[in-house]
Structures are given as C-alpha cells and as structure tokens.
C-alpha cells in the first residue's frame, strides 16, 4: 500500500467517517465485509466503485447498524507490477 494511502489517506476518511456518520470503524478501506441480506437491502447501496466501500459505512452508521471488524494480515504482493489503484481519481 503507498505510504499516501496507509498514513494520510485512509486514517483521515476513517476519522471523518467516525465523526460524522458514527461509523464506529476502525479501517474504512478493508474491502472484507460480511452483511446480512435484510441489512443489504436496508441500505439501498448504489455504488458500484471504489466509493461503495465508504457509502456502506456512512449508511451503516446512519442506521445505527453495528459493525464488527476481524483483524486481517495484508501480506506484499510478491508480483513484479504496480497498484492498479490511483490516489486521486479512484
């Protein structure tokens, strides 16, 4: 992960999360989520990027949802290619 990402870029959209939306989450990012289908369709997600990830947080808390986090290990990508993701327009 680009040192942008790890040490300004998620832990800022976490906090802003968490203030306004009381996410109560502590990686806004981790793209590893489980969600019962009532919740699903609860939220009336729309997204289809990479914004899905924050608009299923914001709806959550807005719904007062309870979110449970499971610790994961991000392990290098042992491949010889550059992040797919770009910083500014993803």
Same mark, same amino acid.
């Given at each position: 992960?680009?040192?942008?990402?790890?040490?300004?870029?998620?832990?800022?959209?976490?906090?802003?999360?968490?203030?306004?939306?009381? @996410?109560?989450?502590?990686?806004?990012?981790?793209?590893?989520?489980?969600?019962?289908?009532? @919740?699903?369709?609860?939220?009336?997600?729309?997204?289809?990027?990479?914004?899905? @990830?924050?608009?299923?947080?914001?709806?959550?808390?807005?719904?007062?949802?309870?979110?449970?986090?499971?610790?994961?290990?991000?392990?290098?990508?042992?491949?010889?290619?550059?992040?797919?993701?770009?910083?500014?327009?993803?």
């Amino acid at each position: 992960m680009p040192w942008l990402h790890r040490y300004l870029g998620t832990p800022v959209l976490t906090f802003i999360l968490n203030l306004f939306f009381k @996410a109560k989450i502590g990686d806004c990012n981790c793209g590893m989520r489980l969600i019962t289908k009532k @919740a699903f369709e609860k939220l009336q997600l729309k997204s289809d990027g990479m914004e899905f @990830a924050s608009e299923m947080m914001i709806k959550a808390g807005l719904h007062k949802m309870k979110i449970i986090e499971t610790p994961i290990n991000l392990y290098k990508d042992k491949r010889s290619k550059k992040p797919h993701l770009r910083t500014w327009t993803d």
